[in-house]
T-cell receptor, first 117, second 115 residues
Framework: AQKITQTQPGMFVQEKEAVTLDCTYD???????LFWYKQPSSGEMIFLIY??????QNATEGRYSLNFQKARKSANLVISASQLGDSAMYFC??????????????FGSGTRLQVQP | SAVISQKPSRDICQRGTSLTIQCQVD?????MFWYRQQPGQSLTLIAT?????????ESGFVIDKFPISRPNLTFSTLTVSNMSPEDSSIYLC????????????FGSGTRLTVV
């Protein structure tokens, strides 16, 4: 079974509008972390935002916010006021067993976002 | 946060040859992770490298094909051996920042093309 599912292979958004990128996850571990990364065409991985499973509030970082719905096991990324430079691949990732066990990230398949002027 | 210098950034190699990718971190880290990203695909973990012990490989990856060295807490290499066109991918190293609560830092990646 897929641990991280991103159902939107590609998304378009108009410049200055908001966009939501979907991510659902599957884990039986009560302690986990969810991450979003941006990968421009250059190939580098840029960390955007983190949400811990015990965090009471949704994470925010500038124009990025994470809509965390624990019961639904979803962790959607919201980008407000899209900019042309936001055009990239976006990956949702999870680390289970925070502080113990497997410490590598598991990635979803990604969503390619294109911002249109 | 840690800064990783990954080399080479790209290479074009002949099939049957080997390429060694290096990652240098500006601070000591316990674990380093090596990922492969095939064209148009997501990142797949190859192995986890601890200093002073054998790397732990994921299913589908073997040491003979992807030998890893981790001689100290700031450096690691991944070798792609006996390459075929199917090995054409981006290879990335990564380290934890903190205990995973603040993200994982990635090297800039090595874009490998095998001809």
């Amino acid at each position: 079974a897929q641990k991280i599912t991103q159902t939107q292979p590609g998304m378009f958004v108009q410049e200055k509008e908001a966009v939501t990128l979907d991510c659902t996850y599957d884990t039986s571990d009560p302690s986990y972390g969810l991450f979003w990364y941006k990968q421009p065409s250059s190939g580098e991985m840029i960390f955007l935002i983190y949400q811990g499973s015990y965090d009471q509030q949704n994470a925010t970082e500038g124009r990025y916010s994470l809509n965390f719905q624990k019961a639904r096991k979803s962790a959607n990324l919201v980008i407000s006021a899209s900019q042309l430079g936001d055009s990239a691949m976006y990956f949702c990732a999870m680390r289970e067993g925070l502080g113990t066990g497997r410490r590598a990230l598991t990635f979803g398949s990604g969503t390619r976002l294109q911002v249109q002027p | 946060s840690a800064v990783i210098s990954q080399k080479p950034s790209r290479d074009i190699c002949q099939r049957g040859t080997s390429l060694t990718i290096q990652c240098q971190v500006d601070s000591q880290v316990t674990m380093m992770f090596w990922y492969r990203q095939q064209p148009g695909q997501s990142l797949t973990l190859i192995a986890t490298a601890n200093q002073g012990s054998e790397a732990t490989y994921e299913s589908g990856f073997v040491i003979d094909k992807f030998p890893i060295s981790r001689p100290n807490l700031t450096f690691s290499t991944l070798t792609v051996s006996n390459m075929s066109p199917e090995d054409s991918s981006i290879y990335l190293c990564s380290v934890e920042v903190g205990l995973g609560f603040y993200g994982y830092t990635f090297g800039s990646g090595t874009r490998l093309t095998v001809v």
